[in-house]
């Protein structure tokens, strides 16, 4: 009993000091924010194996910099306490204060004006017009003329807007 009374302690002793964590934790926060916010932006919707396989790679690379030499389970908890916290708060400020809000978020994009793919648009996020008409044939259109609009949402969603008959 007394052996893992021991081991329970060392487990939630901490190894780093939790400032240390924290300031590492932010630093990161707001590196990877950065990161997926201006190059990993969106996508047609879905996530490609490689986008999946980049993000796998990049927390791999990006614990060993929030944790440094922290083993402990405390030194994990103020970790993700922070990341988390960061999280809430963006979320917060995005909701009250509207230029944060538009500052963290992606605008929706315009693929399909009148019936005329947006060429320029389409390069700026790696759409092919064979992914556009998947996704007028999932809206139940058949031709480009009878979309008035189709728009990638900042969500990475694909919305289509018919046009009046």
């Not at 081991?7 to 000091?17: A, G, K, P, Y």
Request: charged content about 25%.
């Amino acid at each position: 009993m007394n052996l893992l009374s021991a081991d329970v302690s060392e487990l939630m002793q901490f190894t780093v000091l939790p400032l240390e964590l924290v300031l590492r934790g932010t630093l990161m926060f707001w590196f990877l924010l950065l990161i997926f916010r201006l190059i990993l932006r969106r996508d047609i919707g879905s996530a490609s194996i490689t986008d999946f396989l980049f993000v796998v790679i990049l927390g791999d690379a990006a614990q060993n910099a929030m944790i440094g030499e922290g083993s402990s389970v405390s030194d994990g908890m103020v970790l993700v306490s922070t990341l988390v916290l960061w999280n809430y708060l963006l979320d917060v400020l995005g909701y009250y204060v509207p230029w944060i809000g538009r500052l963290l978020s992606a605008r929706k994009l315009c693929l399909v004006r009148d019936g005329k793919l947006q060429r320029r648009n389409l390069r700026k996020e790696f759409i092919t017009s064979d992914e556009v008409y998947e996704k007028l044939r999932e809206a139940g259109l058949e031709h480009l003329d009878q979309v008035k609009f189709m728009y990638m949402e900042s969500d990475g969603e694909i919305s289509v807007i018919k046009r009046e008959k």
